[in-house]
Nanobody
Framework: QVQLVESGGGLVQAGGSLRISCADS????????MGWFRQAPGKEREFVAS???????????SYADFVKGRFTISRDNTKSTLYLQMNSLKPEDTAVYYC?????????????????WGQGTQVTVSS
């Protein structure tokens, strides 16, 4: 079973960049679409981005409107690792970021489609 471990969170100033990662500790990435969600204090968990599964060739990503043009999701299947490159960060991006895996091969934004979740990594953006 896929087990997900996030890393790379931290404190960054507004306007800065950060890349967070999510590794499948058992190297069983194959066949899963992957996603990032976040949860800020006092708020519900929300979709950030997702990427489909492709054994070869290009992948398709989906983004929440509030991160389009700023965040980029990618995956390295050879390393069983998911990434989220976050640029032009804003204080409102402060949250715990979770990666998740879905048995659906097509990228999805619905949290209920994801069956495996990591423990989360804290991202804090100071103003």
């Amino acid at each position: 079973q896929v087990q997900l471990v996030e890393s790379g969170g931290g404190l960054v100033q507004a306007g800065g960049s950060l890349r967070i990662s999510c590794a499948d500790s058992r190297g069983l990435f194959r066949g899963y679409s992957m996603g990032w969600f976040r949860q800020a204090p006092g708020k519900e968990r929300e979709f950030v981005a997702s990427i489909d599964w492709s054994a070869s060739g290009p992948t398709t990503a989906s983004y929440a409107d509030f991160v389009k043009g700023r965040f980029t999701i990618s995956r390295d299947n050879t390393k069983s690792t998911l990434y989220l490159q976050m640029n032009s960060l804003k204080p409102e991006d402060t949250a715990v970021y979770y990666c998740a895996a879905s048995p659906k091969s097509i990228a999805t934004s619905h949290a209920t489609d994801f069956i495996l979740w990591g423990q989360g990594t804290q991202v804090t953006v100071s103003s």
